[in-house]
């Protein structure tokens, strides 16, 4: 070997080595990266969240009615995170849409999700961007729900409470206070601090006009007693449709709020 293909070889070694210190800084326990098939898992297209939450972030494994470990959908560990005052703070990114991301003051974070059948990607990354985990799998289990729209809701200040509301074509509005509806639609959690999300889904969505708000409920103090809320607050409302199927389609909205009580029509758009 030539000294130049040499110390080109000592530079791709070094290089592989920092990277995979970068990439050590983040823990993923789960999901696992490869072909899986969730038979023994819940067949539904919701989370199973369905409580008033200061923030979504489970922080370690949870418990069925017999006592047997459930776990989170997405588990793991940032370590050296910075929480207090993080901007911006830690993401998650779920089959290409990206959400702030909870930690504990340990840097754990652990929350449920319902993937769709098929092929899954979930990204964690530090808050200075410089620390990325990411892995991939494809779930290989035919009986799972497929979701016809899902609308995702998160949002850039901590300790702030914003509010999704869903208006389907046959009139039924799914929010905090009705968050399941009788035609299969289900808003996940009422998140009343932290960054989101919120999370809208629905199996066979009625065709017609469909109608997407946001309401800017209010902001609380921070960890240290301090108003915590922004001047602004940028509100991300991402829309997928004919989730994990050859037709999916992935909209993006962000949309600024800047005084509790506002209300904002985000999207009206028509199914299918």
Not at 116 to 144: C, H, I, K, L, M
Not at 152 to 160: I, P, Q, Y
Request: glycine letters at 10%.
């Amino acid at each position: 070997m030539s000294p130049l293909s040499s110390r080109r070889s000592l530079a791709l070694c070094a290089l592989l080595a920092v990277v995979a210190a970068a990439d050590a800084q983040i823990s993923l326990d789960a999901p696992r990266g490869g072909w899986k098939h969730s038979g023994g898992e819940s067949a539904q297209h919701l989370q199973d969240v369905h409580y008033p939450a200061s923030r979504v972030n489970a922080g370690g494994p949870r418990s069925s009615d017999d006592g047997s470990e459930l776990g989170a959908a997405i588990r793991g560990r940032i370590a050296g995170a910075v929480v207090a005052k993080a901007r911006p703070p830690q993401l998650l990114v779920v089959n290409g849409v990206a959400m702030p991301l909870s930690v504990t003051p340990d840097g754990f974070f652990a929350r449920p999700y319902a993937f769709p059948p098929g092929a899954n990607s979930v990204e964690v990354r530090s808050a200075d961007r410089r620390q990325v985990r990411r892995v991939n799998f494809y779930d290989a289990n035919p009986t799972r729900q497929r979701v016809g729209l899902r609308v995702v809701l998160s949002w850039d200040s901590d300790m702030t409470d914003i509010d999704l509301h869903v208006v389907s074509p046959d009139g039924q509005h799914v929010f905090f206070g009705e968050r399941i509806a009788k035609n299969g639609g289900a808003l996940d959690v009422d998140v009343t601090g932290g960054y989101g999300p919120e999370i809208y889904a629905i199996p066979s969505p009625p065709h017609g006009n469909w109608q997407i708000y946001v309401n800017y409920f209010g902001a609380g103090m921070g960890a240290y007693g301090e108003a915590e809320r922004q001047e602004i607050t940028i509100a991300q409302v991402a829309i997928i449709t004919r989730e994990g199927t050859p037709d999916e389609k992935l909209q993006v909205f962000r949309v600024p709020l800047r005084r509790p009580g506002e209300l904002t029509l985000v999207k009206s758009f028509v199914y299918p």
